[in-house]
């Protein structure tokens, strides 16, 4: 039997991963049938060739137990790096879907859809994917992660939180978890989230070139200046300006030139966030501006410019 567990939300796929994991341990006590396979060997834990991993199911337990072998990176393991994997996988995949044992094919991001192997996992396999959740989805997952720990959240609080973190459930679950140690009595509130809750950089900057894009430069000094205030430098911030208009000029790129988007190899949900944005700007424009932010860090570490002025310079001049 297999199981395909992806998809760009690694939190919630790495617990169903656990889940899995947790429920076999409680069923085989042993352990010993409990296998771990890595596809692609550039990652330092790699298991060897295809017919290695093969072997796991031609040799005799003696315990008469189900094995479950977690295989990773199936996807990334591409030509002589892994000797064939997935071609490999691909002529064996129906007799290892007969099995008594348990495979899940594990990956910690969304896998290339039009690769045969794909395919061929979503006609054998028992498939599970993990999008994104959306906002509606994200605040009931919230709200759920609270109630796990007897701990409530008004309403408020939680759209600041929200905002604060956007969707990446790893830190998500990390403020939630810090909150919840904090005020185990009561309900939390937005002064709560506030003292304790850094918010994200990325998704700030996100919205700052968003409005920047909408020619609300006040809204977007005033984002940049709440960072400030709470002690991240200047460079710092204009390092992600130039990572977040890099990307645009990459994204815009092969839209003009009709390619994949897949091709610039960012994350998916990056690409989706960047794609609207780079409706805003031209490529023109994004030359300039990038050229300019270039110019702007030689000019602070060259000590010709504050680094804050520059900052607030550049973005009166986007």
Known sequence: MIYFIYGEDSYRSKRKLEEIIDGYKKVHKSGLNLIYVDANPSTGSGR????????NF??????????????????????GLSAGWQEEFLEEIKKINDLKDIVVVYEDSSPDQRLKIFKALQKYAKCQEF?????????????????????????????????FVGNNLWQMANEINKLSNYKKEGIINKQDVELLVMPNIENDIFKTIDDLASKNKKQALSLLHKHIDKGAKPLYLLSMIAYQFRNLLIIKELLE??????????HPFVVRKSSYLCNQFSMP????????????DCDIKTGKIDA???????LSEI
């Not at 994949?260 to 190899?265: E, F, I, M, N, S």
């Not at 424009?285 to 702007?296: A, D, S, V």
């Open 48 to 55: 060897g060739e295809f017919k290695d991993f093969l072997n």
């Open 58 to 79: 031609r040799t005799t337990s003696m315990f008469d137990e189900k094995r479950l072998i977690v295989l990773k990176n199936l996807f990334s393991a591409k030509g």
């Open 131 to 163: 999008k994104f959740l959306q906002p509606a989805e994200l605040k009931k997952w919230i709200a759920l992660e609270f109630e796990k720990g007897g701990v409530k959240i008004d309403f408020s609080a939680q759209s600041l939180l929200l905002s």
């Open 257 to 266: 030139k009709q390619k994949p988007l897949t091709a610039c190899g960012l």
């Open 285 to 296: 424009e994004l030359k300039k501006i990038y050229r300019r932010i270039f110019q702007i």
């Open 308 to 314: 804050e002025t520059a900052l607030d310079l550049l």
